[in-house]
């Protein structure tokens, strides 16, 4: 107990108060969009406006802490995820999905939003995946790629587009309670997501072997029916 209690006495003074504010933000900036004002952050997080700049800056800064917060835990989840590659640790994240669904409801608000911090966000977000995929290759959990950035782009807009069209086609239902809605997306696309990555999707490689002897040297234009066939 003495050791817990000497950690957080040596945290700097304000860590604390500047945490609970990011954290507030990111409730409030996925409930109610970014156009909301720095007395209604302030008052979410029992502290001033005035306190807010203090921290921050302005609202667009405690905006990028709130993405790279959002960010962060993505990293670490994932990570987690795809270098253990066990049901152990599948069992675990989808217990605690409701503690997720503040910074998936954020992360929403800010693609749907659009903009430059929305790009910067979702560039951050893919370099990121790119490295723990990465690890997951290294860790023996997933299976090298021909191109790695591509493979991760492609798996990013997958991701967050079926995110983006389940919110568009589903979430007034549940204006209120966002947690128990993103439990059940999340129990909807387990099992299939982890059928496809981990079984595949064709019976076998034949698309893939025409297509590699394809790109380097594709027919002329007009010719693509007579190479099929």
Not at 65 to 80: F, G, H, M, P, Y
Not at 127 to 145: C, F, M, T
Not at 196 to 202: D, K, M, V, Y
């Amino acid at each position: 107990m003495r050791d817990t209690s000497a950690k957080r006495e040596a945290r700097p003074a304000g860590v604390e108060t500047a945490e609970r504010i990011r954290d507030a933000a990111i409730a409030r900036f996925g409930r109610d969009g970014f156009a909301v004002g720095l007395r209604a952050l302030a008052a979410d997080a029992g502290v001033t406006a005035g306190l807010i700049v203090h921290h921050f800056g302005s609202k667009d800064g405690l905006r990028r802490e709130c993405d790279a917060q959002v960010l962060a835990v993505i990293r670490a989840e994932k990570t987690k995820a795809v270098t253990t590659g066990t049901a152990a640790m599948l069992f675990a994240q989808l217990a605690e999905v409701e503690q997720f669904a503040p910074m998936a409801r954020y992360l929403l608000r800010s693609l749907q939003a659009g903009g430059a911090l929305a790009s910067e966000l979702v560039e951050q977000m893919l370099a990121d995946a790119q490295e723990y995929l990465a690890a997951g290759v290294a860790a023996g959990v997933i299976l090298p790629s021909r191109d790695p950035e591509a493979r991760t782009r492609f798996l990013a807009y997958q991701n967050i587009g079926g995110l983006l069209l389940w919110a568009t086609m589903h979430l007034d239902d549940h204006p209120d309670d966002f947690a128990a809605a993103f439990r059940r997306y999340s129990e909807q696309i387990t099992l299939p997501a982890l059928e496809l990555f981990s079984q595949g999707l064709f019976v076998d490689r034949s698309m893939l072997d025409d297509y590699l002897m394809y790109v380097p040297d594709p027919p002329p234009a007009g010719d693509a029916a007579t190479a099929a066939s």
